[in-house]
């Protein structure tokens, strides 16, 4: 199992970006898929899921309204589109399947 996340970056507050997840090594469409983040000096938590047909994403109330978690099941990919950042949203991003971690992807929002 391999995941491997890009898109992050720096952005100002009240800003975009999409960051994506490419899966491998396993049968993707049999799997939900989920976006953690991790903040320094804090522990990870949940942002997005998808399920496997793409059908019921859910979110933490933190970024409901804001961000959107998709899937492209012919290309193995899941994506978080992440609008109206703030500097609250400052962390690295890790792409999870149950046991798998990527490697994450740092997203930074100044103020």
């Known amino acids: 199992v391999q995941l491997v996340e890009s898109g992050g970056g720096l952005v100002q507050a009240g800003g975009s970006l999409r960051l994506s997840c490419a899966a491998s090594?396993?049968?993707?469409?049999?799997?939900?898929m989920r976006w953690f983040r991790q903040a320094p000096g804090k522990e990870r938590e949940f942002v997005a899921a998808i399920s496997p047909s793409g059908r019921t994403p859910n979110y933490a109330d933190s970024v409901k309204g804001r961000f959107t978690i998709s899937r492209d099941n012919a290309k193995s990919t899941v994506d978080l589109q992440m609008n109206n950042l703030k500097p609250e949203d400052t962390a690295v991003y890790y792409c999870n399947r149950q046991d798998y971690w990527g490697q994450g992807t740092q997203v930074t929002v100044s103020s």
């Open positions: 090594g396993f049968t993707f469409t049999n799997y939900g």
